[in-house]
């Protein structure tokens, strides 16, 4: 086993290794005080500081707009599946989704208790192997917002652009925040766990403009109400003090490679190797349609389930770990999110050929 | 500044040191395999032995009986206020509550919002100085269950005998779980954020009867039902790795120490020797009633704010921290957790005694 394995894991998954030995400094002692980061007090003027510069990072580097709040919640998108409908969604109102995979579904599943949903295109019948095009579905003309996943981690596909529409756009980035520029016209609401492109687990940044917050019934519960969190920077409760810091770390690092069009190229320019070495052969097949597929989750196949499981093995003995496609989709799956290092795609490459060509 | 404060915060709280050079370790190699721990899929076969390690100790260290399910949820206690009466009060049924400060209070308003409240005794008048012994109340016959805050952090109170009754009790334990051992009869439900003795901040631990778990309604969002959480043994959606792992070594510290039983009698050793320091003169005046003192929170006042202020910043000086208490009740507050060690309250008793006589 090398010193470091190369780490595909669809999330939590690979983070940049500056970033992991800072980590490991300030877990014992932050900044030379004498405490461990995470036994700071959450309203410590250190910690304040850590997420302030959290904050205006992620401000810097996706251009949020001033009128868009920042918060770093806790319990996962699966959490905001809900908090979505419990803050945007009446009873006897409407909200369409676009039904992408297992995310999209799931989310539908929940909007459904609390009002009207609206499933305006599904891509289902085809393993969710696209996503549409803006002219490929109608909007409810009386929906509230239209809802949909940017990346669709298990099935390896992509909005390249964003659905056009005059509704407010609500979207799961989860897997793909941060991996580019984001035009924040019409969209009133972001979400992301942390887990993948951002930082650890037990995080989820959500980015709300401002005047939908007033919309959410007083039946809901405080915690699960944006306006809460919003209105206390955060701090209502004891956040996830050290998910938040190591975002911090991270976009950091992020800033310093030079920001989101540098990531941009580097992330298009990763994947493109991969595509590349897929569609050389016939031995590999990618499950994406080609317009859709994703520059983080790039999935496919191999001519039978018996030699997809000993690339994966093979694989994971020289380094190459976290392969292992999703159950649904089966094959093979290499996450390459912004931290995942060029060399290791250039490895799995010389990997991928030597494997066709050893078993074609 | 010392190498190493004393760290008196209330949540997030200090830990052991031995835990922390740990952690740093495993952040950047866990168990030389080459990934960070924070970079381990969540259902790897390595984070899944880190899971169940810190569930089976906290089976052992607090004798959790079989019949009952350990969660590891996000979201804080913050988010059981409202969870506990989603879960387990109907629209048309009642609940009692003892108020006892304000984290009673707070889930008394979530409570509000399900059903019907009983609060069936309260301290408030007397700034929640004390917490009431059974015969003080009188729970509504039709309650679904008695809720209680087993240590009221911000005031320094604590119950040292839980609620006799036939009702089921529901407890935020918070602030003192695994400072004592814990008699399970007639308890349903309990749940601690770890971010005082069990961890870092970004965990809440939710032991709960499992023949409760069918209770809750079906329009409650998924991620808010605990049967979600117990039927995937945490592991619905990504769980709060870091946060796990920690309490897991937490825990390990705790066995290695003895267990619950001998933690219990450092516990008390070590709030005796504050206490005394308090009782000794007339300068500093504790907070809490005699009989409800609490074990991990000494709250205390000085003759004047003035000297209040000045004592904070001597302390801090000496690296001795975090000693301010909250708004609510001003003075000084000396959070001693399990990992808070004894020479810290004894160098905090030497301060006491010397500021006491320069200013008395």
């Known amino acids: 086993m090398p010193d470091r394995i190369y780490n595909f894991s669809p999330g939590p998954a690979t983070l940049p ?27 410590s003027k250190e910690f304040m500081a850590v997420t302030d510069e959290a ?26 599946f809900a908090m979505v409908p419990m803050n945007l969604l009446a009873r006897d109102q409407t909200a ?32 969710f192997n696209h996503v549409p095009s803006s002219g490929d579905y109608q909007v409810d003309p009386a929906a509230e917002y239209l809802y949909f996943v940017s990346n669709n981690t298990i099935y390896g596909t992509q909005f390249h652009d964003f659905p056009k529409s ?20 019409n969209f009133g609401l972001i979400f992301a766990g942390a887990q993948k492109n951002m930082g650890p687990a037990g995080c989820t940044v959500v ?22 969190h919003a209105d206390k920077g955060s701090m209502f409760n004891t956040p996830p003090c050290f998910a938040i810091y190591v975002i911090g ?15 941009a190229k580097m992330n298009r320019e990763k994947a493109a190797i991969l595509y590349e070495a897929i569609d ?21 196949n191999l001519p039978t389930p018996e030699l997809e499981a000993q690339f994966i093995k093979e694989g994971a003995a020289l380094g190459l770990d976290g392969l292992k496609g999703h159950r649904s989709v089966g094959g093979v799956r290499a996450s390459i999110y912004n931290a995942f290092p060029r060399e290791g795609v250039e490895k799995l490459v010389v990997f991928m050929k030597e494997f066709a060509r050893k078993n074609g």
């Not at 989704?97 to 085809?126: H, M, R």
């Not at 770390?249 to 069009?261: A, C, N, P, Q, R």
């Open 249 to 263: 770390l991270v976009l950091k690092w992020l800033k310093g490679l030079g920001g989101l069009e540098v990531m």
């Open 207 to 228: 980015i709300i403009r401002d005047d939908l917050l007033d919309r959410v019934p007083a039946t809901v519960p405080t915690m699960f109400k944006y306006k809460t």
């Open 280 to 300: 050389s052969t016939d031995f590999y097949r990618g499950h994406a349609e080609v317009s859709s597929r994703s520059l983080m989750n790039v999935t496919f």
């Open 96 to 127: 369409s989704y676009l039904n992408t995979g297992t995310w999209s579904n799931k989310a539908i599943k929940e909007a459904k208790l609390f009002g009207n949903v609206q499933v305006a295109y599904s891509s289902e019948k085809s393993v």
């Open 55 to 80: 904050e205006s990072l992620v401000r810097e580097l996706l251009s949020v707009p001033d009128n868009f709040k920042v918060l770093f919640l806790q319990g996962g998108a699966s959490t905001q």
């Open 17 to 43: 290794q500056e970033v992991l030995a800072q980590a490991a400094l300030d877990i014992v002692n932050f900044n030379n005080k004498g405490i461990g980061l995470i036994e700071l007090s959450h309203r």
């Open 166 to 185: 005059d509704k407010l756009l609500v979207c799961d980035m989860s897997s793909d925040i941060l991996s580019r520029k984001i035009d924040f016209t």
